[in-house]
C-alpha cells in the first residue's frame, strides 16, 4: 500500500502546530533528502509555508480558504496581468505574496474589497507610470526646486519608494527587504533585475566611471558593496568613502534638509584623482537628495569630472524629497 507522505507531513504540522525538518524526518521515518523533496511539493502548491533560516527554519501550514470566501471574485485579465507584474507584499513573519495573490492577501488583512481596491490599484499604478520614461523616473526637477545650487547635472530613479495609499511599491518592498534582511541571495535577484536598466543608462548617457554612494549605516551585509558585486560593471569606479565618527549618526535618522547637507559635506569623502568625462552616481535610496548632491559637488571641486554627473538611485520620494527613513 503506497503511503501519502505530503498527506502525513500535512497531519503532523497540523497536530503540532509548527515543525522542523528533522522533527519530520524522525516521525515519518524518511531521509532528509526525500522530504526536502515533499516540502517542496507542498509549498508549490501552497499548503505549507517555512519562517527561518538554517539552521533554524520551522514549518507551518497556510490559512485554509473556504469556498464562500468573499474574495473569489472575478477580475478581468488586463488589470489582472498588471497586477501580478506590479503587485508585491511582504507580511509581517517576512513571506513574500506576488502579484495577485499578494493584494488579495493586502485586501483581506485591511478589510477592502477585492474588485474595487485592484481597479484603484492599477488606475494609482498608471499615474504615477506617467512620470516614467525609458523606464526611469527624471528627479532633476525637484532636486533644482529643493536646493539653491545642485552640481548633478541630472537625476534620476528606477522608480518611486511608495505610492499613494498602497504604500511600498515592489521595488521599495524589494529594496527595504534586501538591506534589512542582509540576505545575499536575495539581494543578488533585485540586482538581476535592475542590472539591464542600469547598463542601458551607462550606454545611453555614454558615462565613463561610476561611484557607489556608501551606506551610512552599519550592517554585516552591505547592499551597496553587493550591487557594485553583482552588476559586475566594466566602466571605471570613482571611489567614494563614508567617514567613521565617534558617534555615528545616519543620514536617515535625520529630518532637516540643513542636517543632511551638512553629515553628507563632513562625512562623505571622494578618493579618486583621475579625470573623467561622464560620471554616474548611484545611490539606493534619494530622499533629500543631499548625499547625492554633496558627493557631486566633491567631485567638481577637485576637477574630477569636464562633463556631466548622472545621478541614479533605485528608488526616491514622488512627494518633493521626503526622507526615506527606512533604508
Known amino acids: 500500500m503506497k503511503t501519502n507522505t505530503g498527506a502525513n507531513i500535512v497531519e503532523y504540522i497540523r497536530k503540532h502546530k509548527q515543525s522542523t525538518a528533522k522533527e519530520l524526518v524522525e516521525s515519518i521515518q524518511i531521509s532528509p533528502q526525500a522530504l526536502f523533496r515533499q516540502l517542496k511539493k507542498l509549498q508549490e502548491k501552497n499548503k505549507i509555508y517555512k519562517v527561518g533560516t538554517p539552521p533554524k527554519v520551522f514549518y507551518f501550514l497556510k490559512e485554509e480558504v473556504r469556498e464562500e470566501n468573499i474574495y473569489r471574485v472575478k477580475i478581468e485579465k488586463k488589470l489582472q496581468k498588471i497586477i501580478d507584474t506590479n503587485y508585491l507584499f511582504i507580511t509581517p513573519t517576512g513571506e513574500l505574496k506576488q502579484g495577485f495573490q499578494g493584494l488579495e492577501y493586502w485586501c483581506k488583512r485591511t478589510n477592502q474589497p477585492l474588485e474595487k481596491t485592484a481597479k484603484e490599484y492599477v488606475e494609482t499604478l498608471r499615474k504615477y507610470n506617467t512620470y516614467k520614461k525609458s523606464g526611469v523616473v527624471d528627479g532633476t526637477k525637484k532636486l533644482k526646486t529643493t536646493f539653491s545650487h545642485t552640481t548633478v547635472n541630472k537625476l534620476f530613479y528606477l522608480d518611486f519608494y511608495s505610492i499613494e495609499r498602497f504604500g511600498k511599491t515592489k521595488l521599495g518592498q524589494l529594496l527595504l527587504y534586501a538591506k534589512q534582511s542582509q540576505n545575499r541571495k536575495f539581494m543578488r ?138 533604508v
Open 189 to 326: 535577484e533585485l540586482t538581476e533585475s535592475i542590472g539591464p536598466t542600469i547598463h542601458q543608462c551607462i550606454k545611453k548617457w555614454k558615462i565613463n566611471a561610476v561611484g557607489f554612494i556608501p551606506p551610512t549605516v552599519k550592517r554585516e551585509v552591505q547592499f551597496m558593496r553587493e550591487l557594485e558585486k553583482n552588476l559586475n560593471l566594466k566602466t571605471e569606479k570613482i571611489n567614494i568613502v563614508k567617514l567613521k565618527t565617534e558617534i555615528a549618526v545616519p543620514q536617515k535618522t535625520l529630518s532637516k534638509l540643513e542636517d543632511r547637507i551638512e553629515n553628507a559635506q563632513k562625512t562623505m569623502i571622494v578618493e579618486s584623482r583621475k579625470q573623467y568625462k561622464n560620471i554616474l552616481l548611484i545611490d539606493d535610496a534619494v530622499g533629500s537628495g543631499s548625499t547625492i548632491n554633496e558627493t557631486a559637488k566633491q567631485i567638481k571641486a577637485k576637477g574630477l569630472c569636464k562633463g556631466k554627473i548622472i545621478g541614479l538611485a533605485i528608488t526616491g520620494s514622488f512627494k518633493g524629497f521626503d526622507v526615506i527613513s527606512e
